[in-house]
């Protein structure tokens, strides 16, 4: 099924990343209830157009995105620091950092209590010096 001109026009006000306006009022600024908003971005069609018209701009949108990860992060946003970190292939899960450490010429695997101590103190030290928000 081919989509309508009001449809068309809503999803296209549905995409734009730059419209900060809800979806009530872009339905409304269509012509459509939010209702048939809805039905619209969950059929195939809508599906399809939604997919085809996001993909250029989140890639383009990319180092905006990371830039402000990078910043909640630093600023003590530990989920932010944990997507980061996944990101980079440093997480193992969401849970487990993954590091190694050479001693004397052979790689030891640290264990997540080692791991857990190490960003504690860490964290103490960044607390202390401003950089990181919380308790001591």
């Not at 734009?16 to 009022?25: G, N, V």
């Not at 990078?70 to 193992?92: F, M």
């Not at 950092?97 to 860490?122: F, G, H, P, R, Y």
């Amino acid at each position: 099924m081919a989509l309508r001109p009001a449809h068309e026009r809503y999803l296209k006000l549905h995409v734009d990343l730059e419209d900060t306006r809800t979806d009530a009022e872009k339905a409304e600024a269509a012509g459509i209830s939010t209702v048939t908003a809805w039905r619209v971005r969950n059929r195939p069609e809508g599906l399809k157009y939604i997919q085809d018209s996001t993909g250029g701009q989140i890639v383009a949108q990319k180092p905006n995105i990371y830039r402000a990860l990078l910043t909640k992060a630093l600023a003590g946003d530990v989920p932010a620091a944990r997507t980061i970190l996944q990101a980079c292939g440093d997480l193992d899960n969401g849970i487990n950092i993954s590091t190694t450490v050479n001693v004397e010429n052979e790689t030891k695997q640290k264990s997540d209590e080692e791991l857990a101590k190490e960003i504690e103190e860490d964290e103490v030290v960044l607390r202390r010096a401003g950089i990181l928000a919380g308790d001591d």
